[in-house]
T-cell receptor, first 115, second 112 residues
Framework: AQSVAQPEDQVNVAEGNPLTVKCTYS??????LFWYVQYPNRGLQFLLK??????LVKGSYGFEAEFNKSQTSFHLKKPSALVSDSALYFC?????????????FGTGTLLAVQP | DTGVSQNPRHKITKRGQNVTFRCDPI?????LYWYRQTLGQGPEFLTY????????KSRLLSDRFSAERPKGSFSTLEIQRTEQGDSAMYLC??????????FGEGSWLTVV
């Protein structure tokens, strides 16, 4: 069964420093991987996805993610963190069962950027 | 605004009452999903529609839960005889075929 793991409940980083939010995956076949962000009391906003092609995927708000097949990882990164990046980040993998095409989410990582 | 729209955004109900949430997907999106999210957890899949057909229901969706998508447009999620354990945020999402899935702002349910 497809799954993702986010090993860190919280990541703390100072404003201006680079940030990394970790995600590892377990899938059968080629992985389709996603990152979403959730601000307090809001829904999920799509950041970026990896389907195929370049291992470095660029997304919204200056975020990027690196797909590493040998390490089964898809870490989210940003070169310079902003206080406004503070939010809950979810990694997800596409799961196909029968006629259903859905996302399976990790437990989330809270990113706290200190000014 | 052409995003996924959910109503109501917040609902407080007494245990045992019925509640209904509505979701209006992005126009022309043929796929519609319902997820549930509790505090400190990631969204959990509840059910999936392709056009008007409900193709999958999670085991999380007990017989007190029912979802419909008449005419393949908007969808409703009804919870009958609510229990305190039903308190959560209910997220609706839509997609066009195999493309990116977009989420609404969610509907918060508090059962007292």
């Amino acid at each position: 069964a497809q799954s993702v793991a986010q090993p860190e409940d919280q990541v703390n980083v100072a404003e201006g420093n680079p940030l990394t939010v970790k995600c590892t995956y377990s899938v059968s076949g080629n992985p389709y991987l996603f990152w979403y962000v959730q601000y307090p009391n809001r829904g999920l906003q799509f950041l970026l996805k990896y389907i195929t092609g370049d291992n470095l995927v660029k997304g919204s708000y200056g975020f990027e993610a690196e797909f590493n097949k040998s390490q089964t990882s898809f870490h989210l990164k940003k070169p310079s963190a902003l206080v406004s990046d503070s939010a809950l980040y979810f990694c997800a993998v596409r799961a196909i069962s029968g006629a259903t095409n859905k996302l399976i989410f990790g437990t989330g990582t809270l990113l706290a950027v200190q000014p | 605004d052409t995003g996924v729209s959910q109503n109501p955004r917040h609902k407080i109900t007494k245990r045992g009452q019925n509640v209904t949430f509505r979701c209006d997907p992005i126009s022309e999106h043929n796929r519609l999903y319902w997820y549930r999210q509790t505090l400190g957890q990631g969204p959990e899949f509840l059910t999936y529609f392709q056009n008007e057909a409900q193709l999958e229901k999670s085991r999380l969706l007990s017989d007190r839960f029912s979802a419909e998508r008449p005419k393949g447009s908007f969808s409703t999620l009804e919870i009958q005889r609510t229990e305190q354990g039903d308190s959560a945020m209910y997220l609706c999402a839509s997609a066009f075929s195999g493309n990116t899935i977009y989420f609404g702002e969610g509907s918060w349910l508090t059962v007292v």
